[in-house]
T-cell receptor, first 114, second 113 residues
Framework: ELKVEQNPLFLSMQEGKNYTIYCNYSTTSDRLYWYRQDPGKSLESLFVLLSNGAVKQEGRLMASLDTKARLSTLHITAAVHDLSATYFCAVAPYSGAGSYQLTFGKGTKLSVIP | DAGITQSPRHKVTETGTPVTLRCHQTENHRYMYWYRQDPGHGLRLIHYSYGVKDTDKGEVSDGYSVSRSKTEDFLLTLESATSSQTSVYFC????????????FGPGTRLTVL
């Protein structure tokens, strides 16, 4: 059974600080996804990482993937209040019929405090 | 935003009644998915479709069935709702298996009393 673990599950940080969210997974997968969810809202796609060593950046967020270590990180630089949300990683090993089923971590709830 | 709508957006029903949730897309994407989201569990896949009339089970498919008779519509049916099916249900779509980036609908909050 594929397991996806995020650490930490809750994160309270001050504005201007840096921090990293970790996503570990238990089986081989060369693709990983990061999503953001605001309270009561849907999920927004942030990053799609499709190969070992992939790195993507958007604003204050940077995601990376190490398939050998089965680890992805989401790094937050100089946090601002608008980044407060829950962040999910999801792993997608091939499941047949041309489809990749996403298995999600439980999410990291980030609160950025002024 | 991807053109995905879900209906109804909120529903309260009683144990034992049938319930159908609808996902409608205007993007002509091949793949469609149904997830449920519960506190402490993240999102879990219920069923997915890889084409018209082509569906398969996900991680938590017991008690659910799906149908897809048109590219744009994917229906999720709870044949006899139970309180354990109280949840928020999300539909997602993706265009290509190459990157399988999934885009999510607004969600349906279902309460089974």
């Amino acid at each position: 059974e594929l397991k996806v673990e995020q650490n930490p599950l809750f994160l309270s940080m001050q504005e201007g600080k840096n921090y990293t969210i970790y996503c570990n997974y238990s089986t081989t997968s060369d693709r990983l996804y990061w999503y953001r969810q605001d309270p009561g809202k849907s999920l927004e796609s942030l990053f799609v990482l499709l190969s070992n060593g992939a790195v993507k950046q958007e604003g204050r967020l940077m995601a990376s993937l190490d398939t050998k270590a089965r680890l992805s990180t989401l790094h937050i630089t100089a946090a601002v209040h608008d980044l407060s949300a829950t962040y999910f990683c999801a792993v997608a090993p091939y499941s047949g019929a041309g489809s990749y089923q996403l298995t999600f971590g439980k999410g990291t709830k980030l609160s950025v405090i002024p | 935003d991807a053109g995905i709508t879900q209906s109804p957006r909120h529903k309260v029903t009683e144990t034992g009644t049938p319930v159908t949730l609808r996902c409608h897309q205007t993007e002509n994407h091949r793949y469609m998915y149904w997830y449920r989201q519960d506190p402490g569990h993240g999102l879990r896949l219920i069923h997915y479709s890889y084409g018209v009339k082509d569906t398969d089970k996900g991680e938590v498919s017991d008690g659910y069935s799906v149908s897809r008779s048109k590219t744009e519509d994917f229906l999720l049916t709870l044949e006899s709702a139970t309180s354990s099916q109280t949840s928020v249900y999300f539909c997602a779509i993706s265009e290509s298996w190459v990157d399988n980036e999934q885009f999510f609908g607004p969600g349906t909050r279902l309460t089974v009393l």
